[in-house]
């Protein structure tokens, strides 16, 4: 299907395991984002990436890593997981350049770190 | 520190009446403002926009409104219907910043039947 996707939907792991999330988006987009939503903070961008094998750090990157290595794949990966990484976490994608920026945005994963 | 700012967590409203969402930001440089409206377990979907070079922007029942020289925007939903209780973000970019959009903490809408 065309679009965004991420998999899993809803994630529970322990403390100190390594996690991926994965999001795939089918529009051949540039731009691609990973947030996290958190009560009282809104979404709050973890890394981006302006290309293939091009990404920077968010507001909020300490813990986290990425790649990109294609452009429809954007994977998450948190490396030593701990309990305030639970949250749920947006990957979007974007096809236009920095001003006009509407983005679009996948479902979701919920993930909790026991 | 915060420079889009929803100091709003929720606001109530009758339907048929007038939703008005508010967001103010500290960036001088931000030149182009979104709205965002999420349903629970889903993904924000892109509701409006506006360029710093309007002041307001009109599509069906939703209006944003710019006020620059305040640093404040706003969204109207007129007239409120039940299915429009979400939650709504504002959102900010710089033309500079490679896309990047800054987030509002949100606000969550609930219109009563």
């Known amino acids: 299907d065309a679009g965004i996707t991420q998999s899993p939907r809803y994630k529970i792991t322990e403390t100190g395991r390594q996690v991926t999330l994965m999001c795939h988006q089918t529009w051949s987009h540039s731009y691609m984002f990973w947030y996290r939503q958190d009560l009282g903070h809104g979404l709050r961008l973890i890394y981006y990436s302006a290309a293939a094998d091009i990404t920077d750090k968010g507001e909020v990157p300490d813990g986290y890593v990425v790649s990109r290595s294609k452009t429809e794949n954007f994977p998450l990966t948190l490396e030593s997981a701990t309990r305030s990484q639970t949250s749920v976490y947006f990957c979007?994608?974007?096809?236009?350049?920095?001003?006009?920026?509407?983005?679009?945005f996948g479902p979701g994963t919920r993930l909790t770190v026991l | 520190d915060q420079q889009v700012k929803q100091n709003s967590p929720s606001l109530s409203v009758q339907e048929g009446r007038i939703s008005i969402l508010n967001c103010d930001y500290t960036n001088s440089m931000f030149d182009y403002f979104l709205w965002y409206k999420k349903y629970p377990a889903e993904g924000p979907t892109f509701l409006i926009s506006i360029s710093s070079i309007k002041d307001k922007n009109e599509d069906g029942r939703f209006t944003v409104f710019l006020n620059k020289s305040a640093k404040h925007l706003s969204l109207h939903i007129v007239p409120s219907q039940p299915g429009d209780s979400a939650v709504y973000f504002c959102a900010a970019s710089a033309y500079n910043q490679g896309g990047k959009l800054i987030f509002g903490q949100g606000t969550e809408l609930s219109v009563k039947p």
């Open positions: 979007a994608s974007s096809g236009r350049l920095a001003g006009v920026n509407e983005q679009f």
